[in-house]
């Protein structure tokens, strides 16, 4: 009796040696990684941060771990696995977009998000975006919201941000001033929209897309829309 069930003991022990030599045998190893969804950061970047060997086991690869090395790139705002069969590990990036640039100081830039979350700072403009203006603020946090004392200057910022993006007039405008909030401005090209406050900011620009493309050559045209009322009267004075 005692023999048999030394036997069986002896049987269990092998399987489950087996089965651990199984899963750790180079059929479970990562042989592909397949990443998407990353503009903003590097494919490069967001590979290093997997830390992937070539004997890494798909089956003990740690998501959470991975996760929070590339979260370190504040442009990320999330990041989700997949795993299949044959050692093949997907990889679904989430960024956040970069939507305007805020003037610390002379040439020192804030690159900040539609919800206004610092992603970084440097000393030049990297691609045709709005220049936020009058927005006044003592101190930021990388990888935080502004903490603006004017709140209501912060959300009339976000709000047109995500329209401007919404309606393909993001890389045209020049700048946003909310330093008077009753007479918001955002320029495009050389003509400036007052807009008001946030109050219809749908409607009013899309009023600001079918004014530019109903004047000829609106890129040259220098001049002034008051879109306060929201009206469909446009008062268009034309600077020489």
Known sequence: MQSRKFKAALIVCGIAFGAVLFLLSPFFHVSDVIISGYNAVSRDEIYDRLEIE???????????AARGRIMENLYVSNVEFTRSMGGRLYVQ?????LAAFIEHMPGTFLYIDELGRVLEVRQHMSQPLPLIVGLNFTHFTLGEVLD?????????????????????????VTYVNVSDTANTRILVGYLEFNVGDARDAEDKVRNIVGILEAIPDANRTRGFVDLRENTTEFFLTILT
């Open 148 to 172: 603006v004392p004017d709140r209501a200057a912060f959300n009339i910022v976000s709000i047109y941000a995500q329209l401007l993006y919404r309606h393909g007039l993001v890389s045209r």
């Open 93 to 97: 990036v989430r960024e956040r977009r």
């Open 54 to 64: 070539s004997n890494t086991n798909i089956l003990f690869f740690s998501n959470r």
